[in-house]
């Protein structure tokens, strides 16, 4: 949706992000045009999409050299209706609400949101709530309750400080390190002095505990191989990845440079979401349930722009049933076991709570 709210806090990514206009603190809101936004500005016009369910704030594409995949037009398909969160999902919108601890006062920030599952599910515990994609895939929950935006991640097209707290999650991975530094600049520019942003994603080290990790692996490689499982989805959505963050000393280093200090950090050793998630549900789901071809994908299948791999992994997701769902909350419960037992040893994987200094 497109509130009041959004309306106020939106700006010109090119005017007024990134500090192209560098005007002492002068930056005249859009003004209202159809049913989008002008730039008073530079006249730039941002519609509003999809039906008025998100406002159009992307740059021009001439912005950036590198885009990433989740803004190609071909990884574009409609989300279904939202699932209750499980597993990893589960275990990540948990970490972000202890740490975080929105409340009801506060305005978020969603970077990088995705379909927006976590904003859908974060709504009862919010104030505002915002979320900004590259791309289009939301889902129709959030579509119709939650403030949402298309644009780049690296020029937020919103007001200095018009936010309490900030959550991206999955996201860093996805930039260059030139990317990580102007995104994480921008969060810091968009939250007040003060404000909190959560962070999870990893850098390129891993504990003595994920060697169990590297098993389950290696067995699940070999049992795609085997036709055993279906190890394409993830593969696809980790050949996004571009791993800037090499060490935690690396990531320190941006952090001081992008206006952040460390309030609390946990690490993500994962012994029972490799055993559940990387494993025993792949191996359940693909050789007990039948795969459901979605008909509004299944015509996609051939506009990949030169991507030899399948974007449309969800169409053939199995439809596991409401029946399936007490098992896998049991699972997700389960996991929480990898935080609580192994959160203090020092991994790849981290949740991370920045305060903006
Ligand atoms: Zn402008």
């Not at 915002?130 to 939301?138: E, H, L, Q, W």
């Not at 990317?179 to 007040?192: C, D, P």
């Not at 192994?342 to 200094?357: I, S």
Request: charged share 25%.
């Amino acid at each position: 949706m497109i509130s009041e709210y959004l309306r106020n806090v939106a700006r010109c990514p090119l005017c007024h992000a990134g500090g192209a206009s560098g005007t002492n603190g002068a930056h005249p809101p859009l003004e209202p045009a159809g049913d989008g936004l002008r730039c008073p500005t530079c006249q730039r016009v941002y519609p509003a999409q999809g039906d008025r369910g998100f406002l159009d704030l992307r740059p021009p594409a001439e912005t950036f050299d590198k885009l990433t995949d989740y803004a190609d037009e071909a990884f574009h398909q409609r989300a279904g209706s939202l699932k209750p969160l499980f597993l990893s999902a589960r275990i990540k919108m948990d970490m972000m609400s202890k740490m975080l601890e929105p409340t009801s006062s506060d305005r978020v920030l969603d970077i990088g949101c995705g379909k927006g599952q976590f904003l859908y599910y974060n709504r009862p515990s919010c104030g505002q709530l915002v979320g900004i994609d590259a791309g289009t895939n939301f889902a129709p929950e959030p579509l119709a309750t939650v403030d949402l935006a298309r644009g780049d991640i690296r020029l937020l097209p919103f007001d200095t400080g018009s936010f309490d707290k900030a959550y991206s999650l999955d996201v860093l991975e996805h930039l260059d390190e030139e990317g990580v530094i102007a995104m994480l600049t921008e969060a810091r520019r968009v939250l007040r002095p003060g404000g909190k942003l959560f962070l999870y994603s990893h850098v390129m080290m891993s504990s003595k505990l994920a060697v169990f990790q590297r098993g389950v692996n290696r067995l699940v490689h070999w049992l795609d191989r085997r036709g055993l499982v279906d190890n394409g989805p993830e593969r696809e959505r980790k050949s996004d990845h571009l791993n800037a963050m090499k060490s935690y000393e690396q990531l320190d280093a941006v952090l001081a440079r992008t206006g952040f200090r460390i309030a609390k950090i946990r690490y993500y050793n994962v012994f029972f979401k490799a055993l559940f998630e990387d494993l025993l549900l792949p191996v359940v789901e693909h050789n007990f349930f039948k795969k459901k071809a979605d008909p509004d994908n299944a015509d996609n299948e051939h506009h990949h722009h030169g991507h030899d791999h399948d974007h449309h992994h969800d169409s053939t997701k199995p439809d596991v049933g409401r029946w399936a769902y007490p098992p896998l909350a049991l699972a997700s419960t389960i996991m929480k076991l990898d935080v609580v037992l192994f959160g203090r040893v020092r991994t790849g994987p981290f949740f991370l709570l920045l305060e903006a200094v």
